[in-house]
């Protein structure tokens, strides 16, 4: 393994980490709410919604971000190595996925671990050894 030096961020992405936590515990300490993006947008599917406000600006920051940050110059450039399809599954089965774990990658690794949450512990663990897996079986088996 090997770290690409010329696009190595370790600032910005600490930078970035402790503004998503500042966020997270704002939201929380606030608006007594956990800021898991599952949670978040199931809860507007389900209307009328008296806290639909402040759900739809969260998620209009998570798409408005990278918007501004292209209007200023930088522009966020996605490669993704999927077709519609496979994209459409992914996103289908981390729908599911989210249900049956009782929330997001967000709502568990970034606000329950941080309460001590061992239903979050278990959660990301089991999160982050199915993505381990996923990419080892996909990298080494299938040669992809």
């Known amino acids: 393994m090997s770290i690409d030096i010329a696009n190595f961020t370790p600032g910005l992405s600490l930078t970035g980490g402790v ?20 949670g978040i947008l199931g809860g507007l599917m389900n209307l009328p919604q008296k806290d639909a406000g402040w759900r739809v600006a969260f998620l209009a920051g998570l798409v408005g971000a990278p918007v501004l940050a292209s209007l200023l110059g930088n522009p966020v450039v996605l490669d993704i190595g999927a077709g519609w399809g496979e994209v459409v599954a992914a996103g289908f089965l981390v ?36 993505g381990f897996l996923t990419v080892f079986v996909t990298r080494h088996l299938f040669g992809g």
Do not use: P, Q
């Open 19 to 38: 503004m998503i936590g500042i966020a997270a515990a704002v939201l929380v300490l606030f608006n007594g709410r956990i800021a898991g993006i599952s």
């Open 95 to 130: 729908g599911i996925g989210t249900r049956y774990g009782s929330g997001c990658t967000s709502g568990h690794g970034v606000c329950g671990i941080s309460r001590g949450s061992i239903r979050s512990l278990v959660a990301t663990g089991t999160f982050m050894a199915s």
